[in-house]
């Protein structure tokens, strides 16, 4: 089993503040997703990233993929209350394993007080 | 947009009881999952099916076992229940074109007493 090491595990900010979320593995990906889950409901894909290097925006959410395929981050600018949720990475890994199964990291807890 | 339905969103079940945890997507996608999330470890595959019929087990199978007999419907049996297995279960669907997008239900929260 491939592991994704997610830092930080909780956070904890105001409104306004800016963050970011890592996302690291010893394996290279070949694909990375991003997802936000709220409470009481599943997740919900934000991005997936595929070419190292690269860097996606979602109105104030930006991506960015490694060069090297193993690492990534999200930065949340200027972050709101409705920021909060639990941010997951999850990776498709080429070590020639099933392409069916996607592996989560555990995830960070993002509160943003108002 | 692909809706996954779970049929339920908080079950209480007792010890060795059999428990089914239904899920449909509306979608005609070929691959359904079924995932376990615990605080702390997050989402872990229990199994998957990539076709009617078809299963192949996830990283933590044990005490678990899964039916696909139509398309849009995959189900998760625990065969008897126990109290290591109350958690919350998300089922998800998947879409490969013209990108990976896996489609996730609103999870069951199953307690087992």
């Known amino acids: 089993t491939q592991l994704l090491e997610q830092s930080p595990q909780f956070l904890s900010i105001q409104e306004g503040e800016n963050l970011t979320v890592y996302c690291n593995s010893s394996?290279?990906?070949?694909?990375l997703q991003w997802y936000r889950q709220e409470p009481g409901e599943g997740p919900v894909l934000l991005v997936t990233?595929?070419?190292?290097?690269e860097v996606k925006k979602l109105k104030r959410l930006t991506f960015q993929f490694g060069d090297a395929r193993k690492d990534s981050s999200l930065h949340i600018t200027a972050a709101q209350p409705g920021d909060t949720g639990l941010y997951l990475c999850?990776?498709?890994?080429?070590?020639?394993?099933?392409?069916?199964?996607?592996?989560f990291g555990k995830g960070t807890l993002l509160t943003v007080n108002p | 947009d692909v809706k996954v339905t779970q049929s339920s969103r908080y079950l209480v079940k007792r010890t060795g009881e059999k428990v089914f945890l239904e899920c449909v997507q509306d979608?005609?996608?070929?691959?359904m999952f079924w995932y376990r999330q615990d605080p702390g470890l997050g989402l872990r595959l229990i199994y998957f099916?990539?076709?009617?019929?078809?299963?192949e087990k996830g990283d933590i199978p044990e005490g678990y076992s899964v039916s696909r007999e139509k398309k849009e419907r995959f189900s998760l049996i625990l065969e008897s229940a126990s109290t290591n297995q109350t958690s919350m279960y998300l089922c998800?669907?998947?879409?490969?074109?013209?990108?990976?997008?896996?489609?996730f239900g609103s999870g069951t929260r199953l307690t087992v007493v």
């Open positions: 990233v595929v070419t190292g290097g």
């Open positions: 099916s990539y076709d009617v019929k078809m299963k």
């Open positions: 999850a990776g498709f890994f080429n070590s020639g394993g099933s392409n069916y199964k996607l592996t």
């Open positions: 998800a669907s998947r879409a490969g074109t013209p990108v990976i997008v896996y489609t």
């Open positions: 979608m005609d996608h070929e691959n």
């Open positions: 394996s290279v990906f070949s694909s």
